[in-house]
């Protein structure tokens, strides 16, 4: 008899095609595969007791397909000749309900966060929270039976599971730029009129760029065409998962400011004309982190004047570690043979101490509290 899948409405008096009482539970997706059903011998209305098999239904040949079942598992692995995927014998080991059903609960909510708007120890919480409703509306069992029994993992496990998760849905935002900028993905390449930059964004990556709190500008020369100067790219990062992920691509022809201004304004216009779409607001207040290149800095604090821009904290620290390295104050090999070479121990872990300090207090100087400073310089107006 043909099944037909239906919503997922795990009643255990519904869905009944064979003439024993026990019933067909259906639409139980997996991860893999959709349409799952699932058939149950149980005793009871308890559904820690519900123990059975499991199909994948395939609507081309009408056939129910075993699935599921560590026999099945083990005789494939073992002869070449009897593959995954027969029909259920004797020998099959039955599984319990209870297994399936936490999975289904684990990928429902794994749909739900697959937006980006749910962190993953909310998402457990809502997982939880699912449970025991369940529990308490539709089925016989507690939510400490179901929680205390050996298929439920702990908070860990399905913590670090949703943030894969979600890590892997960040992934499938990025969209596939063909090599060809004539194909499907041409939509999301902007020329300039005068093709002094080519920019590349897609409109799920441009919503996030109008809603984010902070984007890093950052550029590179080596990885980058040689028709054009750089390579520059808009990064953000996402505050859960701390994952970063380019959001828009620019190859430009030169580093003036003139260019910058107009691939900037550019792209306030897409974010003006998608707001008109989506009526997302675009977030004025925006923390932007680059370097040290004043035309970028320039560029971008005229057509984005309400935006906060810092100074990346790497190239801050680079730059100061050049300047040491060129006069020969950097902690190097020659410094520590110098230290070492002193006959008082105490003169030389005084020695240590204060170029450790030096070295945090310049490597850290923008984080300092100005009392602080007025200790090491008190004559020092601040």
């Known amino acids: 008899?043909?099944?037909?899948?239906?919503?997922?409405?795990?009643?255990?008096?519904?869905?009944?095609?064979?003439?024993?009482?026990?019933?067909?539970?259906?639409?139980?997706?997996?991860?893999?595969?959709?349409?799952?059903?699932?058939?149950?011998?149980?005793?009871?209305?308890?559904?820690?007791?519900?123990?059975?098999?499991?199909?994948?239904?395939?609507?081309?040949?009408?056939?129910?397909?075993?699935?599921?079942?560590?026999?099945?598992?083990?005789?494939?692995?073992?002869?070449?000749?009897?593959?995954?995927?027969?029909?259920?014998?004797?020998?099959?080991?039955?599984?319990?309900?209870?297994?399936?059903?936490?999975?289904?609960?684990?990928?429902?909510?794994?749909?739900?966060?697959s937006d980006g708007s749910i962190p993953p120890v909310d998402a457990y919480c809502l997982f939880l929270s699912k449970i025991a409703l369940y529990c308490s509306t539709k089925y016989n069992v507690s939510y400490e039976q179901v929680v205390q029994s050996k298929h439920m993992e702990n908070k860990c496990v399905y913590v670090d599971a949703f943030k894969k998760q979600k890590h892997r849905n960040m992934k499938k935002l990025v969209d596939k730029v063909g090599k060809c900028l004539y194909d499907e993905n041409s939509q999301y390449i902007h020329y300039s009129e005068d093709e002094s930059f080519i920019m590349i964004v897609s409109d799920k990556m441009l919503d996030i760029f109008c809603s984010s709190d902070t984007v890093n500008n950052g550029w590179t020369f080596k990885s980058c065409p040689k028709e054009f100067n750089q390579l520059f790219g808009i990064h953000s990062v996402d505050k859960f998962s701390r994952n970063g992920i380019c959001?828009?691509?620019?190859?430009?022809?030169?580093?003036?400011?003139?260019?910058?201004?107009?691939?900037?304004?550019?792209?306030?216009?897409?974010?003006?004309?998608?707001?008109?779409?989506?009526?997302?607001?675009?977030?004025?207040?925006?923390c932007v982190i680059s370097d040290k290149e004043m035309n970028v800095v320039k560029a971008f604090s005229n057509i984005f004047p309400q935006t906060n821009h810092k100074l990346c904290l790497f190239h801050y620290r680079r730059t100061i570690s050049r300047k040491l390295r060129q006069y020969d104050l950097l902690y190097t090999k020659k410094g520590n043979n110098f230290i070492l070479s002193q006959d008082n121990m105490h003169y030389r872990n005084q020695l240590k101490k204060c170029l450790n300090k030096a070295k945090v207090i310049l490597f850290n100087y923008t984080f300092l509290d100005t009392r602080h400073l007025i200790k090491i310089h008190p004559t020092t107006n601040l």
């Not at 239906?6 to 595969?33: C, F, G, K």
């Not at 691509?249 to 779409?277: H, P």
């Open 1 to 113: 008899m043909q099944v037909q899948p239906v919503e997922y409405r795990p009643v255990i008096n519904s869905n009944i095609i064979t003439q024993e009482s026990s019933p067909w539970i259906l639409d139980l997706h997996t991860i893999y595969r959709k349409n799952s059903i699932c058939f149950f011998t149980f005793s009871g209305d308890n559904l820690l007791t519900w123990k059975g098999y499991r199909y994948i239904y395939n609507v081309v040949q009408e056939e129910r397909i075993c699935c599921g079942c560590k026999k099945i598992r083990q005789v494939s692995k073992k002869s070449s000749d009897k593959k995954f995927g027969q029909i259920h014998n004797d020998g099959c080991e039955p599984i319990e309900f209870l297994s399936v059903y936490l999975r289904n609960v684990f990928i429902e909510i794994c749909n739900e966060i």
């Open 247 to 286: 959001l828009i691509y620019m190859l430009t022809l030169s580093r003036t400011v003139d260019v910058y201004s107009k691939a900037f304004t550019y792209l306030r216009n897409l974010c003006e004309s998608r707001k008109q779409i989506t009526n997302i607001p675009f977030n004025h207040n925006k």
